[in-house]
């Protein structure tokens, strides 16, 4: 009996020491005062964007005191299905994570929803008809993104009349940013008929695939004017197939990329690339400021969309000295 008084007292002590501990550090009185636990699921390492944004949400988490369960799903939805049933088992505040693929994403998150564990979408959307699965999604407009890659070929080749035969290097099947990177592209290049695509496959975002792609490319088509690579990684990859089968890239072949990671700019400022769209890995610190919402039951946007630009070669060289990623 003694022994459960003085447990009980002693427990009784050591709350009250937590919750003067919070009031010190002047917790400007939120709902708790405990740090905030986020369980980020994401996509891989595949890209220099990817390996970016986890830098970012990392140092945005630490900055923000949010103690953050990362979990890397080596490009496998399986893997991220079962990261966030085992951040809903821990229990925690929050979760986000970056959707390898669009689809096949409502069971776990209703079981999240059921356990009151919102959800962020972060970089990538899910294709799920029920809304209230996430709180948020914060990220690029791809469709936007892929609409700029295609104006640019529109500007460039304005004074032609000739068939412009277009190679695509599509991002991870099924994802939304190869989708609406897609979706985007065709949409303006569809108006003018001399655009044609004459080949189109998946590079899975990764320098290897770009780089295995284009080489069957080069082999079954001979006269390949443009090539759109839905990442800068393929981008960089195909560039060494490109060269490797005795071909200028920048001059025989016409290369516009998306990201704008360092060594995309790079490519750029040296004309081996021809124009980058611009799409931001940096969405830690925004982030972190909807968690923190989140996990107060505030109301936030629906949607968060991230502000980018794009670079002509000249733009290129002026960015670089400067550039984070
Ligand atoms: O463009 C690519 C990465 O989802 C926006 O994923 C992201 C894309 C990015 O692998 O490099």
Redesign the pocket.
């Known amino acids: 009996m003694l022994r459960r008084a003085t447990a009980v007292l002693l427990a009784g002590l050591v709350v009250a020491s937590l919750s003067a501990c919070g009031g010190d550090e002047g917790d400007s009185g939120g709902a708790k005062d405990e740090k905030i636990t986020l369980g980020f699921s994401q996509?891989?390492a595949?890209?220099?964007?990817?390996t970016a944004?986890t830098t970012s949400i990392q140092d945005a988490a630490k900055a923000a005191g949010i103690d953050l369960k990362f979990s890397d799903a080596q490009q496998k939805q399986e893997n991220q299905i079962k990261a966030i049933r085992s951040f809903i088992q821990q229990r925690v505040d929050v979760i986000a994570f970056?959707p390898v693929v669009e689809s096949g994403w409502d069971t776990v998150l209703k079981e999240a929803k059921d356990n009151n564990i919102p959800v962020i979408l972060t970089?990538?959307a899910v294709d799920s008809k029920d809304t209230s699965l996430y709180k948020t999604f914060i990220?690029?407009d791809?469709v936007l993104e892929g609409k700029k890659a295609g104006e640019w070929l529109v500007e460039e080749y304005k004074d032609s009349t000739d068939q412009v035969n277009i190679a695509e290097l599509q991002?991870?099947t099924g994802?939304?940013?190869a989708i609406d990177r897609k979706q985007g592209f065709t949409e303006v290049i569809g108006a003018d008929p001399k655009f044609k695509i004459i080949a189109s496959q998946t590079g899975d975002?990764?320098r290897a695939g770009g780089k295995e792609v284009m080489e069957a490319f080069l082999k079954a088509h001979k006269d390949i004017d443009v090539l759109y690579a839905?990442?800068?990684?393929m981008g960089l990859g195909a560039l060494e197939a490109i060269e490797g089968a005795g071909l200028t890239p920048g001059k025989d072949i016409k290369i516009v990329t998306?990201?704008a990671?360092r060594d995309g700019m790079k490519a750029l400022a040296d004309g081996k690339f021809n124009y980058i769209v611009e799409?931001s890995?940096l969405l830690g610190p925004q982030l972190m400021e909807l968690v923190k919402k989140v996990d107060a039951g505030e109301t936030v946007p629906e949607r968060v969309v991230t502000e980018e630009t794009t670079f002509t070669q000249e733009q290129a060289k002026a960015a670089l000295p400067e550039r984070q990623y």
């Open positions: 996509v891989g595949e890209s220099g964007w990817r944004n970056s970089d990538r990220g690029s791809f991002g991870t994802s939304a940013p975002f990764t839905h990442n800068d990684d998306v990201d990671v799409c890995p």
